[in-house]
């Protein structure tokens, strides 16, 4: 659900809303994205490269979390070179599928790095009130857990463009354009898909974490280093997902009402459509703000491992 291709579009309830600034406004963030991200990715990268960490269930979510960053961060450019054909009004020259390529790791990006983030906060949450399991079942589960969410992932990721294609009578664009009268049912099935895919994974975080502070508040015997670290990348964990891509979707959700008509009021529609552009720019960081969790979770394994090599894989 990215922006409209247009300058200025006109919304079913008398209202015009300018759109003319996006295209500038994602050139120049997404440079500075693809920019820190790929620094603090390649730094964490070689970090946890030079780091001897055992292969843990929480090392697998971190690998992962890293690809789904690495897919982005080697999108941007390409998102970059779309804003400027579309910001002098000139069409997309690599072709129709390789645009909707580059648009689907948009997704892949975004809604990979909300299940790995989860993922990592079910981890702790059984790593903190299972810690008896064997790290060998924790391995092997981890990497079922990863397979199924990258088919899941990929689905969701590459079947939105492809109904769009099919949806959209116009040979210029490969974005969504909930402005369109023709799109609204399944700009509506859309986004109630997405809502959906992000609010499942932030409860499951949610509660995870809420039984992991319960749980540590009740062992005085746990070293007060373990609690730190364990509480740090529960913060942090919180942080980006939060942080992220909670503003994402709740604008989401009045851009999208407000630009099919359903909720017909112009100053939401305006407000929202301003916003549009920054949440996604602002769900988009969390590819420079996930080092910060490959920071703490190798921190946090590395000195499980060292002392218990057998138990490390919670």
């Given at each position: 659900?990215?922006?409209?291709?247009?300058?200025?579009?006109?919304?079913?309830?008398?209202?015009?809303?300018?759109?003319?600034y996006?295209?500038?406004?994602?050139?120049v963030?997404?440079?500075?994205?693809?920019?820190?991200g790929?620094?603090?990715?390649?730094?964490?990268?070689?970090r946890?490269?030079?780091?001897?960490?055992?292969?843990?269930?929480t090392?697998?979510?971190?690998?992962?979390?890293?690809?789904?960053d690495?897919f982005?961060?080697?999108?941007?450019?390409?998102?970059?070179?779309?804003?400027y054909?579309?910001?002098?009004?000139?069409?997309?020259?690599p072709?129709?599928?390789?645009?909707?390529l580059?648009?689907?790791?948009?997704?892949i990006?975004?809604y990979?790095?909300?299940?790995?983030?989860?993922?990592?906060?079910?981890?702790?949450?059984?790593?903190v009130?299972?810690?008896?399991?064997?790290?060998?079942?924790h391995?092997?589960?981890?990497?079922?857990?990863?397979?199924?969410?990258?088919?899941?992932?990929?689905?969701?990721?590459?079947a939105?463009?492809?109904?769009?294609?099919?949806?959209?009578?116009s040979?210029?664009t490969?974005?969504l354009?909930?402005?369109?009268?023709?799109?609204?049912?399944?700009?509506?099935a859309?986004l109630?898909?997405?809502?959906?895919?992000?609010?499942?994974?932030?409860?499951?975080?949610l509660?995870?974490?809420?039984?992991?502070?319960?749980?540590?508040?009740r062992?005085p015997?746990?070293?007060?280093?373990?609690q730190?670290?364990?509480?740090?990348?529960?913060y942090?964990?919180?942080?980006?997902?939060?942080?992220?891509?909670?503003?994402?979707?709740?604008?989401l959700?009045?851009?999208t009402?407000?630009q099919?008509?359903?909720?017909p009021?112009?100053?939401?529609?305006?407000?929202?459509?301003?916003?549009h552009?920054?949440?996604?720019?602002?769900?988009?960081?969390?590819?420079c703000?996930?080092?910060?969790?490959?920071?703490?979770?190798?921190?946090?394994?590395r000195?499980?491992?060292?002392?218990?090599?057998?138990?490390?894989?919670?």
């Open positions: 659900m990215d922006p409209m291709n247009t300058t200025a579009i006109r919304l079913p309830f008398n209202c015009t809303v300018d759109t003319r996006r295209f500038t406004y994602y050139q963030s997404y440079s500075l994205i693809f920019m820190c790929l620094a603090s990715n390649s730094m964490a990268l070689w946890l490269w030079l780091t001897p960490l055992t292969v843990t269930s090392v697998i979510y971190m690998a992962n979390l890293a690809v789904v690495l982005f961060i080697l999108s941007l450019p390409l998102r970059i070179y779309y804003y054909n579309r910001s002098h009004s000139m069409a997309w020259s072709g129709t599928v390789f645009c909707q580059t648009f689907a790791l948009k997704y990006s975004m990979g790095g909300i299940f790995f983030l989860a993922c990592i906060g079910l981890d702790r949450y059984l790593a009130t299972r810690p008896m399991l064997r790290r060998p079942k391995v092997h589960n981890a990497c079922v857990l990863s397979a199924t969410i990258w088919l899941l992932v990929l689905t969701l990721s590459l939105l463009p492809f109904m769009h294609s099919v949806e959209s009578n040979r210029q490969c974005q354009d909930p402005s369109l009268g023709s799109n609204q049912t399944f700009i509506l859309a109630g898909l997405v809502l959906v895919t992000f609010l499942l994974p932030a409860i499951l975080l509660f995870s974490y809420c039984r992991v502070l319960r749980v540590i508040g062992m015997h746990l070293g007060k280093s373990r730190r670290r364990t509480l740090t990348l529960i942090c964990v919180l942080g980006v997902f939060f942080l992220c891509f909670a503003p994402y979707h709740t604008n959700l009045c851009y009402l407000t099919v008509g359903m909720v009021s112009c100053d939401l529609a305006k407000f929202a459509s301003f916003l552009p920054i949440m996604l720019s602002l769900a988009s960081t969390n590819c703000l996930n080092p910060l969790v490959y920071y703490c979770s190798s921190s946090l394994v000195k499980r491992s060292l002392k218990d090599p057998e138990q490390s894989g919670s």
